[in-house]
T-cell receptor, first 115, second 116 residues
Framework: ETGVTQTPRHLVMGMTNKKSLKCEQH?????MYWYKQSAKKPLELMFV???????ENNSVPSRFSPECPNSSHLFLHLHTLQPEDSALYLC??????????????FGPGTRLTVT | AQKVTQAQTEISVVEKEDVTLDCVYE???????LFWYKQPPSGELVFLIR??????QNEISGRYSWNFQKSTSSFNFTITASQVVDSAVYFC?????????????FGQGTRLTINP
């Protein structure tokens, strides 16, 4: 595997379910990100992890819970979601930390539908 | 606050036409970086170019070219002789450092459709 991978690619869940999104980067990077992309707000930064420490929580509701067990893996735990949470969830990584110049590398995303 | 504006929501042109995507940014930082990303229908954002605030030279890469003008806070992207495979959503982004990690502020994106 190369680059940034995300699983599952598609997920349909009910509002009472609990599920997790997984992201893995094979680039040796130190920073990882979760973004939400919906029709209303194209790309919203949700969380930033640098060296496995959360450095940004962009006013995200507590029904989204991130976890970064090591610099290669990032999870987004979901529970009691709302239909408006349906979106494409993108994971990204960058060499980091604190380096403005590096581009972020994105995974293919998980298309989430909340019913 | 940092802000990126892509005023063109959608553009549709016929193949082989030239097309320019506009990007205007706001920042109080003296050192910053600008990026362009392409998002094809598959969903994955693909990095196209990075430009730092001290380098105003225009850049050309094949059919792609970028015009960075600090005086007007713009970083426009031109595709010459467009092709159907160029159809995608294009995002302009500005980087800032937050809490020890880089944060990208994205524009709203421009959906580009190249018709055969």
């Amino acid at each position: 595997e190369t680059g940034v991978t995300q699983t599952p690619r598609h997920l349909v869940m009910g509002m009472t379910n609990k599920k997790s999104l997984k992201c893995e980067q094979h680039l040796g990077h130190n920073a990882m990100y979760w973004y939400k992309q919906s029709a209303k707000k194209p790309l919203e930064l949700m969380f930033v992890y640098s060296l496995e420490e959360r450095v940004e929580n962009n006013s995200v509701p507590s029904r989204f819970s991130p976890e970064c067990p090591n610099s290669s893996h990032l999870f987004l735990h979901l529970h009691t979601l709302q239909p408006e949470d349906s979106a494409l969830y993108l994971c990204a990584s960058s060499p980091g930390p604190g380096l403005l110049s590096y581009e972020q590398y994105f995974g293919p995303g998980t298309r989430l539908t909340v019913t | 606050a940092q802000k990126v504006t892509q005023a063109q929501t959608e553009i549709s042109v016929v193949e082989k036409e030239d097309v320019t995507l506009d990007c205007v940014y706001e920042t109080r930082d003296t050192t910053y970086y600008l990026f362009w990303y392409k998002q094809p229908p598959s969903g994955e954002l693909v990095f196209l170019i990075r430009r730092n605030s001290f380098d105003e030279q225009n850049e050309i890469s094949g059919r792609y070219s970028w015009n960075f003008q600090k005086s007007t806070s713009s970083f426009n992207f031109t595709i010459t002789a467009s092709q159907v495979v160029d159809s995608a959503v294009y995002f302009c982004a500005l980087s800032e450092a937050r809490g020890g990690a880089q944060k990208l502020v994205f524009g709203q994106g421009t959906r580009l459709t190249i018709n055969p």
